[in-house]
């Protein structure tokens, strides 16, 4: 049966909202990722790679808005820490230099996890009836898998 947001029970608003905290870490995390790799690529890809690497951070600081505004949307709290959402995260952030084939493998495994991340919140979801939180987790995973091949597209 499909539930507004108000109709949820207790219990799946919990389980819903820690879904999507997690889905806005990891986006935090990957925006962050883009933005040093869209500061610090160089090498022959030089332009298309400064140049995909801003459209995926643009995309992903919208996302991560949309992401947490359907959290409170379910009357949750959502995570605005860093710290919270480092430790959250299954992406890690990059230190240090990358050449722009290990920028591309990085930011390629962050779109794959999101990408899975954002299916699994759909999924818990539409368990729940909640077609509204679904349909924004396929909307967003479909957007990091198209990134992902974006990336793959780089490495062949």
Request: glycine content about 6%; proline content about 1%.
């Amino acid at each position: 049966m499909t539930q507004t947001a108000i109709d949820l029970t207790t219990d799946a608003r919990a389980a819903i909202a820690n879904a999507l905290n997690q889905s806005v870490a990891e986006t935090a995390i990957t925006t962050m990722l883009a933005q040093n790799f869209h500061w610090n690529v160089t090498g022959m890809a030089f332009g298309p790679l400064h140049e995909l690497f801003q459209k995926i951070y643009e995309d992903h600081f919208e996302a991560q808005d949309d992401l947490a505004e359907r959290i409170k949307a379910i009357d949750a709290h959502a995570e605005g820490t860093l710290a919270g959402m480092l430790k959250r995260s299954k992406i890690n952030e990059h230190e240090g230099e990358a050449s722009d084939k290990e920028m591309i493998k990085i930011m390629l495994e962050a779109q794959e996890t999101l990408a899975a991340t954002l299916a699994g919140c759909g999924e818990l979801a539409a368990e729940q009836g909640d077609t509204l939180t679904e349909d924004l987790c396929i909307s967003r995973g479909q957007t990091h898998e198209k990134f992902a091949w974006f990336l793959r597209s780089h490495l062949r």
